[in-house]
């Protein structure tokens, strides 16, 4: 496969998506760190909110890889990295390219700016995939071209598109995704997913505002709905029932610090900007024309059973793929 700037950037896209939704509110993003023509030295991605930039992560494993004793490997705040870069960089990034998914941001908030931070070690050229859709953040650009360095915008920016798609629409509103899992062939019967997928779908739960869940699925289960495999944050919790009535010894009642609310209106949810829905299929086809994903986690099982897909008439496309150990994370988004 021939090497070239797409090549590289697909790296940084995919690594991003590893960290889809962890990262909220903040988009989820990658960079890639290329020396010369064709020595990669890092992929990185931002990986949690407050936490450093994608493009701080990847500077910092690049500089490591040329000097994996130097001091910056004790830098963990970004405030920390920045500044020890500038002053220790002696030049080291200046025949480097850089690939960013979304352009550098250009303000200081809970971290630095990161395109002050290239303006100081001046890449050889610095490849932007998708303009930030966030105007208090956006500028970054600017700052790069005016301080000479050669900066391309628009390198896969459709793909990119489609990892920053999230952020822009809970930004404006609210977000609504389907977390489903499934054997092989569909099944959706019984205990499916590996310990290691539960912990990515507690990591979610960690993160979101709202989940939802219908009242049978409730009854039927009775569900905890936590977050525990992560020693994480329960999530707040709206049972979608006209019965008010539950038994209140089903253990998500119980879980300390969260709200539980108990309603059939569905205007609720645009009070809430990041919503996971869970559970029953019915509530999936009330909701079909509000979701704006389906996260669907496939394993590599087979076996007898309800094949869920099969009584769901939403038209979707997949937008990206990826793996937690053997199951497959597919990542569909609604057609519009």
């Not at 025949?95 to 303000?107: I, S």
């Not at 525990?228 to 919790?237: D, K, S």
Request: hydrophobic residues 40%.
């Amino acid at each position: 496969m021939k090497i070239n700037n797409e090549f590289f950037m697909n790296l940084a896209i995919n690594e991003a998506w590893k960290y889809q939704f962890l990262t909220y509110p903040n988009p989820a993003v990658g960079c890639v760190i290329v020396k010369g023509e064709s020595e990669i030295l890092s992929i990185e991605a931002h990986k949690e909110a407050g936490m450093p930039h994608a493009e701080v992560n990847a500077l910092k494993a690049a500089f490591l890889k040329y000097h994996p004793n130097d001091l910056i490997k004790t830098k963990k705040t970004s405030h920390d990295i920045h500044e020890y870069l500038i002053k220790n960089h002696n030049g080291f990034f200046n025949d480097c390219k850089v690939y960013v998914t979304l352009e550098p941001c250009n303000h200081v908030g809970k971290t630095p700016a990161c395109a002050n931070l290239l303006k100081e070690l001046n890449p050889k050229k610095v490849f932007i995939a998708h303009e930030d859709p966030n105007k208090e953040a956006s500028g970054g650009l600017e700052t790069l071209l005016s301080s000479n360095i050669d900066t391309e915008m628009g390198c896969m920016k459709k793909e990119a598109y489609e990892l920053l798609y999230p952020f822009i629409k809970w930004n404006s509103g609210t977000f609504i995704f389907y977390k489903m899992a499934q054997t092989l062939n569909g099944s959706v019967d019984g205990a499916i997913s590996s310990n290691a997928a539960k912990a990515y779908v507690h990591a979610l739960r960690d993160k979101i505002d709202l989940m939802l869940i219908g009242g049978n699925t409730v009854r039927v289960d009775k569900p905890t709905l936590d977050a525990r495999y992560i020693a994480g944050r329960a999530p707040n919790v709206m049972i979608y029932s006209k019965n008010k009535i539950f038994d209140n010894s089903i253990p998500l009642f119980k879980v300390p610090n969260r709200d539980v609310i108990i309603s059939n209106d569905l205007f609720k949810l645009l009070d809430y900007k990041f919503i996971m829905v869970e559970g029953t299929y019915n509530l999936v086809d009330i909701l079909k024309e509000k979701l704006d994903y389906v996260v669907l986690l496939i394993s590599p099982k087979i076996r007898k059973g309800a094949n869920a897909l099969n009584d769901l008439n939403i038209d979707y496309e997949i937008v990206h793929e990826n793996y937690i150990g053997e199951e497959k994370i597919l990542y569909l988004k609604r057609k519009q």
